[in-house]
């Protein structure tokens, strides 16, 4: 459950641009962008789609890894920090929770291989989101 101020993102998309790949944690017709690199945009498609690659990516390996441990991650809240994105990653095995630093794109392509919230502030939102069509171009 979200904390108060915080909204629990509601779609990922991930987009083709000039600039390069874009990741947009959507709620209803705002999206917060994060560019990412080539690597990181497939892993988090694929994670969306569920489609495999030969030979698996990092976030493939942590779920794995973590499955096989028994463990989850919880939820991944997303923050802005001198114009660089971070991310808290909630990770949990067995009793034990433990929240550990990460970059926003790889909280989100782990919070969505496990179907984990993904949060953000509505302050953040507000601020640094824009406004978005109902379709985009994926991957």
Do not use: C, W
């Not at 000039?18 to 944690?25: E, M, N, R, S, T």
């Not at 009793?95 to 794109?105: A, G, L």
């Amino acid at each position: 459950m979200p904390a108060p101020g915080q909204v629990r993102i509601q779609n990922v998309e991930v987009r083709a641009t000039v600039a390069g790949p874009v990741v947009l944690l959507r709620v209803y017709n705002r999206a917060l962008p994060i560019f990412v690199d080539a690597v990181v945009a497939e892993s988090i498609h694929g994670a969306l789609t569920k489609k495999k690659t030969p030979r698996p990516l990092t976030h493939d390996l942590m779920h794995s890894v973590l499955t096989a441990f028994e463990g989850k991650v919880s939820r991944a809240v997303v923050t802005l920090k001198d114009k660089t994105f971070y991310a808290a990653l909630t990770i949990v095995v067995g009793s034990t929770e433990k929240i550990f630093d990460s970059r926003s794109s790889d909280a989100i392509a782990l919070a969505i291989h496990f179907k984990a919230p993904i949060l953000v502030s509505q302050e953040l939102l507000d601020t640094s989101g824009v406004d978005v069509e109902p379709e985009g171009t994926p991957l």
